[in-house]
């Protein structure tokens, strides 16, 4: 059975920074594409990140230059470190599988 489990959220001023991890079991997480989404209050479904299973790695505009996606395969999981985080960051961040598996998210708020 998948199972994605993201951790690290909370609350954080603007300027600041989180570490947001998904715990992966039940798959081979090395030969998989992984993603960030995120769902902001009343919005739908956002795309954040992806890499690809060479460390391809791709982001969208709205997070460009701030968040960075990684994977250890080592310890099957994926991690979105996210720098100088705004308002508009606030949701909740999921992981998802390439096959379209996802976690049960993780909230991030960023206000003062």
């Known amino acids: 059975e998948v199972q994605l489990v993201e951790s690290g959220g909370g609350l954080v001023q603007p300027g600041g920074s989180l570490r947001l991890s998904c715990a992966t079991s039940g798959f081979t997480f090395s030969n998989y594409a992984m993603n960030w989404v995120r769902q902001a209050p009343g919005k739908g479904l956002e795309w954040v990140s992806t890499?690809?299973?060479?460390?391809?790695?791709t982001y969208a505009d709205s997070v460009k230059g701030r968040f960075t996606i990684s994977r250890d395969i080592i310890k099957n999981t994926l991690y979105l470190q996210m720098n100088n985080l705004k308002p508009e960051d606030t949701a909740v961040y999921y992981c998802?599988?390439?096959?379209?598996?996802r976690g049960q998210g993780t909230q991030v708020t960023v206000s003062n």
């Open positions: 890499v690809s299973v060479g460390y391809y790695r």
């Open positions: 998802t599988k390439d096959t379209g598996e």
